[in-house]
């Protein structure tokens, strides 16, 4: 597996740091995030994992069973006790993720309320992908200049690695999903996991992963004992549309919605967007395959460099 271009040494100069995602699909940034904000949260996402019985104890990642998947019944099963976790959600408003983020699209950016808290479990499948290749225009369909920062909460290196991504695919347009590939909603494009293309990082806390919607990206298999904990935030101009559902939690419905989420929260900042924010719900007469197959991206500014 090849190396992530480390970007750090233009990460305050955003026409580069455009010019750099325009050119490889992704930013890989070390040492972005205030290690202890980071870890502070790291250790409130194992404070919940470790209430649901999934953590051995809350001060490390090792899990109580290797048994344990994280299944569609996980999402109505535990998953709304990380997301009821407000430093989580918090971090998505962090100053230097949200002015990254303006600065490269050109404006204000906000970040879409609806994070992906993931959790990795073990499994023995040597070789084969976590989470298998997509890109992420496939389940958000109405904007194309969406940015994915993906955040690791723990160490990831060897048996135990954080997401790849496959440098340059984002220029290669949209790829439709392949429906054979599972999933309630079909997301997944056909990649090999030895494809000498994919590239990595051995990833630290603070570290960050930026991302262009049409970049294919995956995650090998967790073959350590301890779950890698990780955050998927996603950032738009308010001027461009999005999906209804992602105002809501991530897995809504199955997960909780924010009032049984948020009762002991300090505020609800975290989880608004800008009011002008064009709210497009999918077409009611289409089956999600005919969606899927129907989207074409809208002409990308990053991308087309205006
Ligand atoms: O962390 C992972 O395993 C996958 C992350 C991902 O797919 C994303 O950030 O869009």
Not at 115 to 123: H, K, M
Not at 125 to 150: M, N
Request: hydrophobic fraction near 35%; include cysteine; proline fraction near 9%.
């Amino acid at each position: 597996m090849r190396s992530l271009r480390d970007s750090s040494d233009v990460r305050d100069d955003p026409d580069e740091l455009t010019g750099r995602l325009r050119e490889a699909g992704y930013l890989y940034l070390p040492g972005t995030l205030d290690l202890g904000r980071v870890e502070a949260v790291s250790a409130d996402l194992r404070a919940a994992l470790c209430g649901l019985g999934w953590l051995d104890d809350s001060g490390s990642t090792r899990v109580r069973s290797r048994d344990r998947r994280f299944t569609s019944e996980s999402m109505s099963g535990g998953y709304g006790a990380l997301q009821s976790v407000e430093s989580f959600h918090a971090l998505a408003h962090d100053r230097v993720l949200v002015d990254l983020m303006s600065g490269i699209l050109g404006g204000p950016a906000f970040c879409h309320p609806a994070r992906v808290a993931r959790v990795a479990f073990p499994a023995d499948d040597a070789g084969g992908f976590f989470t298998r290749p997509h890109q992420d225009f496939a389940g958000l369909h109405v904007a194309t200049d969406v940015l994915t920062i993906w955040i690791p909460f723990t160490s990831c290196s060897g048996d135990h690695q954080g997401l790849c991504v496959l440098p340059g695919s984002h220029r290669e347009g949209f790829r439709r999903p392949d429906a054979t590939m599972g999933g309630a909603r079909p997301l997944y494009v056909r990649e090999e996991p030895d494809d000498p293309r994919w590239a990595t990082a051995d990833y630290r806390p603070g570290d960050i992963l930026v991302f262009h919607s049409l970049t294919v990206h995956a995650a090998m298999t967790n073959r350590s004992d301890r779950v890698r904990l990780s955050a998927d935030f996603r950032y738009q101009l308010p001027t461009d549309p999005m999906r209804p559902e992602f105002l809501h939690p991530h897995g809504w419905p199955r997960t909780p919605d924010w009032p049984e989420l948020t009762g002991g929260w300090t505020s609800q900042r975290w989880i608004s967007v800008p009011a002008e924010v064009p709210l497009i719900p999918p077409p009611r007469d289409l089956a999600y395959m005919e969606i899927l197959e129907k989207i074409e991206p809208p002409r990308s500014r990053i991308l087309s460099g205006s």
